[in-house]
């Protein structure tokens, strides 16, 4: 993707620089510190355990393993509690209150550049290295910017969109200008044996990325079944909890109706299922809180775009404040984004103005 950004070479951001590197066991993170290393930073590595004791055990094992190889210090944290606070329960209330969350975009800014930022501090760091695809730019316009990945497959920016302006731009992302597939040929190359080869499922803490069970297995009262109606009011079936569901869900409504039926709210205080056919799907904009500017929004262009999901790409759309939250209307038809997750917005030529949580 050609964009015009000045991308400074690694060598630019991180000779000669102290580098607390989060290294997780697995590919990315693991040639990010190779590359480092390479490039003349003094490293060290930081790694957080929070997903369970034999996890943390093959994770730590293979880092001391990489690290003495290195000649990198090794520096690991129990997150468990912190991760459980910051992450995990979050994500917990937030289907509680018939939302559909992102605990990758929340883990982010609170674990990897909050407690890890942290940590990397009392380090005597300059910066924060991770293994995300994403790069940092010089932008005409707006001066140190985070920007896409040049692998649009793999780039990453969507989930760095709510870490504060100060902590993303005191990092280095040795990744950016790099595919998957580099990766494993970089790695390979140098005869570099990975902790934890498999990748991390889509949500790490829920096995099977079976959140309802997550939800049934971590004992909350969870909101029982009740009516799922049309727009205009008409019954027609029942749901199972609304916890159960969200926007744009066509599969699994156990509801039979002459058309094929997505939902498309959820009404909590009624308690009911709101559903409707393909075409009542579309939305004319959405409304976003919790707002995390990495560009003043005073500096935004009238246009910006945006991306509601990951799998996604970017609409153009008219941003306004309101109050404490932000208002898009968007410019062409998009799908109506689900309550919970992240709304990261972009310039045209791919620089992260900022990013926030869908509230309606």
Not at 104 to 130: H, M, R, S, W
Not at 306 to 316: E, F, H, N, V
Request: glycine letters at 10%; hydrophobic letters at 40%.
């Amino acid at each position: 993707m050609d964009t015009g950004f000045k991308y400074p070479e690694l060598k630019e951001l991180a000779a000669g620089r102290k580098v607390a590197m989060a290294v997780s066991g697995g590919a990315d993170s693991l040639l990010s510190m190779v590359l480092l290393k390479e490039s003349g930073a003094n490293i060290v590595a930081v790694h957080g355990c929070f997903l369970g004791k034999e996890k943390a055990e093959v994770a730590v094992t293979g880092l001391e393993k990489r690290c003495a190889e290195l000649d990198v210090p090794l520096h690991v944290f129990d997150l468990t509690a912190e991760f459980d606070r910051l992450v995990v329960e979050p994500f917990v209330q937030e289907y509680l209150k018939g939302n559909t969350p992102n605990p990758c975009a929340l883990c982010n800014p609170e674990i990897k550049f909050g407690v890890l930022y942290k940590a990397a501090q009392d380090l005597d760091c300059d910066l924060l290295g991770t293994g995300h695809y994403v790069r940092i730019a010089e932008d005409a316009n707006y001066g140190k910017v985070l920007a896409r990945g040049a692998d649009m497959g793999k780039d990453q920016s969507y989930f760095l969109s709510l870490v504060p302006r100060e902590s993303v731009l005191n990092a280095v992302f040795p990744l950016g200008a790099h595919s998957k597939d580099q990766t494993y040929a970089e790695l390979d190359k140098r005869g570099v044996e990975i902790p934890l080869p498999s990748e991390s499922q889509e949500i790490c803490f829920v096995p099977d990325d079976d959140y309802r069970q997550f939800l049934i297995d971590r004992k909350v009262k969870l909101p029982g079944p009740g009516v799922a109606v049309l727009s205009d009011g008409t019954k027609v079936g029942k749901h199972e909890g609304l916890w159960r569901y969200t926007q744009g869900q066509r599969r699994g409504l156990g509801i039979s109706w002459k058309a094929p039926l997505y939902v498309l709210d959820k009404d909590m205080k009624r308690n009911q299922l709101i559903v409707g056919p393909r075409e009542e799907l579309d939305a004319e904009g959405c409304v976003a809180d919790n707002f995390n500017f990495l560009v003043d929004f005073e500096r935004w262009p009238e246009t910006v775009f945006i991306q509601t999901r990951y799998r996604q790409r970017s609409k153009p759309a008219r941003a306004a404040q309101v109050g404490s939250s932000i208002k898009f209307d968007f410019i062409e038809p998009h799908s109506r984004p689900t309550p919970g997750q992240i709304v990261a917005v972009y310039t045209e030529e791919g620089a992260v103005l900022g990013g926030g949580i869908i509230r309606e």
